[in-house]
């Protein structure tokens, strides 16, 4: 019985990456200046003549901040557990009565407004600097 454990778990674990990996490419195709910069620092820290490996991960600085982004931008797995109300609670004026089951919405939070960055969607990407590192935000186009 313990073996099916470790496939579930495995099997959620691909997914999930696959998920990611796909949004990963859907984003260079669209911003190759990105992608330009990923690639770039790639061959700077690892060079063309191996693949990279754990002993890396410290210094790809913007490879980094745009995979979190990436993560960021379209969560594998947007909503969270499900929690059962063990009795009646109010949240901004609407009653949500005991036995109700609710599931947290990750991906809502993740596009609201920062102190670090606007509200955010997939329509434009820029490099921002932030003392050493580089983050990548997906930042909602200008309607003024």
């Known amino acids: 019985m313990d073996h099916w454990i470790v496939v579930i778990i495995s099997l959620a674990a691909a997914d999930s990456t696959m998920i990611s990996l796909s949004w990963l490419l859907y984003a ?8 330009r910069t990923g690639q770039d620092e ?6 063309r003549g191996r693949v ?8 790809p600085v913007y490879v980094q901040a745009l995979i979190k982004e990436i993560l960021r931008w ?13 009795e009646d609670d109010w949240y901004e ?3 949500i009565p005991k036995g ?6 990750y991906f809502c ?3 609201r407004s920062t102190a670090i960055a606007k509200c955010m969607a997939p ?20 309607s003024d």
């Open 28 to 35: 260079m195709t669209l911003y190759l200046e990105a992608q």
């Open 42 to 47: 790639v061959d700077r820290v690892v060079g």
């Open 52 to 59: 990279p490996d754990f002993g890396d991960m410290e210094d």
């Open 74 to 86: 379209q969560p594998a797995g947007p909503l969270g557990f499900p929690h059962h109300l063990m």
């Open 93 to 95: 004026g609407y009653l």
């Open 100 to 105: 109700t089951t609710c599931i947290a919405n």
């Open 109 to 111: 939070p993740s596009m």
């Open 123 to 142: 329509m434009q990407m820029n490099s921002v600097q932030r003392g050493l590192s580089s983050i990548i935000r997906w930042e909602a186009p200008n």
